[in-house]
């Protein structure tokens, strides 16, 4: 899988684990999995050149162009895997 900061995921299971009630083990899982999901498909097409890569970024909002429902579906698959 791909690798991703520790700190990202471990934030990212924190609050899988509060927010739905997981253990830490499934809540880490679920954490790698959606962040897997959100990242995996862009990392390789802007490793290899084949999309551009953003010349700024703004910590206040989106690039007009960014496209949510790509993330939208990965919570949405995540959530509907969790155990109820």
Do not use: H, W
């Amino acid at each position: 899988m791909l690798f991703l900061s520790t700190s990202i995921t471990a934030r990212l299971s924190a609050y899988v684990k509060t927010t739905f009630g997981l253990s830490a083990r499934a809540s880490a899982e679920a954490a790698q999995r959606l962040l897997g999901q959100v990242l995996y498909p862009r990392f390789p097409r802007a490793l290899f050149g084949l999309d551009e890569l953003a010349d700024s970024f703004n910590d206040e909002a989106l690039a007009p162009g960014f496209d949510l429902k790509p993330i939208c579906k990965a919570v949405a698959d995540l959530m509907e895997s969790l155990p109820k």
